[in-house]
């Protein structure tokens, strides 16, 4: 321990180095209680003091602090101290706020269809196992089930390898089994949620792809409003992971122009929420 006011000459009281990094004196002191972010020294009457080589560690915290990274994450980047470090830990927390991102757009679709196809619709049995009989009811049956078992793989936050395969089967299968009974509207809906995967995956060709044969649907078959305005956010959000933030712009402006005929401001508002989860998408409504 180091005493006396001529050691401490240069270095940087807590609110100090809590100011100048984006923290708060409060969180300085929790930080070095659980071994994170240690003082320099710590005088007799128990201050702590930091050297100024150590706000680039704490502007570090408190940027990653600021968006969730868990502190055990933190501590990962401070010990190993490189870039490639630090990019891991941010890719590993990208797609865990984005599962839980997809958990919360699940469940503004599953408002948005209870409102607008009534509860028995969605009550179906989400049983995946074929019954064998191959009747109409069984298609429908498999290709809700299918359907929301890939909500589920979407949302999960650690999803493995496996996981990847099977929520992109499941996707393909529901828009099959929709393919042998359900109407125009389903079909545009299983493109919709095959394109969203593709999206997910970061696969840009065949995510573009399944969102053009949604607005193809809607198109021929004069599928407007709610449907064609997904579809126009389908094309946008395959474009910017293309690396085409003009096209994702342009498709994001006819996505908001078809919100329009939108019947109800909850649709129009979950179209526009939507919009705002497709990466490097700018607010501009």
């Not at 940087?12 to 020294?41: M, Q």
């Not at 150590?54 to 501590?75: F, H, K, S, T």
């Not at 980047?77 to 984005?98: F, G, I, N």
């Amino acid at each position: 321990m180091f005493t006396g006011m001529d050691e401490r000459a240069g270095l940087l009281s807590v609110g100090s180095i809590a100011r100048r990094a984006g923290l708060t004196s409060k969180a300085v002191r929790h930080y070095d209680r659980i071994g994170l972010f240690r003082p320099t020294l710590v005088d007799e009457a128990g201050y702590r003091w930091y050297s100024p080589a150590q706000l680039r560690q704490a502007r570090l915290i408190a940027a990653l602090r600021a968006v969730d990274v868990p502190l055990d994450d933190v501590r990962r980047c401070l010990t190993a101290d490189d870039d490639a470090t630090t990019a891991s830990v941010l890719d590993a927390h990208h797609r865990r706020l984005e599962s839980r991102l997809v958990r919360i757009q699940r469940d503004l679709h599953r408002i948005g269809h209870l409102r607008t196809e009534g509860l028995e619709s969605t009550m179906a049995s989400t049983d995946v196992t074929p019954t064998g009989t191959g009747t109409a009811e069984d298609e429908r049956k498999l290709g809700a089930a299918l359907f929301n078992a890939t909500w589920d793989l979407m949302e999960k936050e650690h999803r493995t390898r496996d996981d990847d395969d099977a929520m992109l089967h499941m996707a393909h299968a529901s828009r099959h089994h929709w393919g042998q009974v359900g109407a125009q509207v389903n079909f545009a809906r299983g493109e919709w949620q095959c394109s969203r995967v593709y999206a997910v995956l970061r696969r840009p060709e065949p995510c573009l792809h399944h969102a053009q044969r949604v607005l193809d649907i809607c198109q021929e078959q004069g599928l407007g409003g709610f449907d064609l305005a997904f579809a126009y956010e389908a094309l946008a959000r395959g474009h910017a992971i293309n690396g085409d933030p003009d096209q994702a712009r342009a498709f994001t402006e006819q996505a908001l122009a078809a919100a329009e005929d939108i019947a109800e401001d909850d649709d129009r508002e979950l179209l526009r929420s939507d919009l705002e989860t497709i990466p490097g998408q700018t607010r501009f409504w």
